[in-house]
């Protein structure tokens, strides 16, 4: 059940790559409309070479805690 027994049920692939701006904007409108705790959030960097690397992880761990998870590969 969601959020019944605490564990993930559900996981939220979320691929970037750049953009910034709205990959920041995508995880908060993700935290403001999906409430409880039952899926974690699996950010796939993509080779990114702004913002991205250094923010997501950040502000991943910030809305999700420890239900946030970051991926970087080299290249897309």
Same mark, same amino acid.
């Given at each position: 059940?969601?959020? @019944?027994?605490?564990?993930?049920? =559900?996981?939220? !692939? !979320?691929?970037?790559?750049?953009?910034?701006? +709205?990959?920041?904007?995508? =995880?908060? #409108? +993700?935290?403001?409309?999906?409430?409880?705790? $039952? $899926?974690?959030?699996? *950010?796939?960097?993509?080779?990114?070479?702004?913002?991205? +690397?250094?923010? #997501?992880?950040? +502000? @991943?761990?910030?809305? *999700?805690?420890?239900? $946030?998870?970051?991926?970087?590969?080299?290249?897309?």
């Amino acid at each position: 059940m969601p959020g @019944g027994t605490g564990g993930t049920i =559900l996981s939220i !692939i !979320i691929p970037a790559l750049n953009q910034w701006t +709205l990959s920041a904007e995508c =995880l908060r #409108a +993700l935290r403001r409309h999906t409430p409880g705790d $039952f $899926f974690q959030v699996v *950010f796939v960097d993509n080779g990114s070479t702004d913002a991205t +690397l250094s923010q #997501a992880p950040v +502000l @991943g761990r910030e809305l *999700f805690g420890d239900r $946030f998870l970051c991926l970087r590969s080299d290249q897309n």
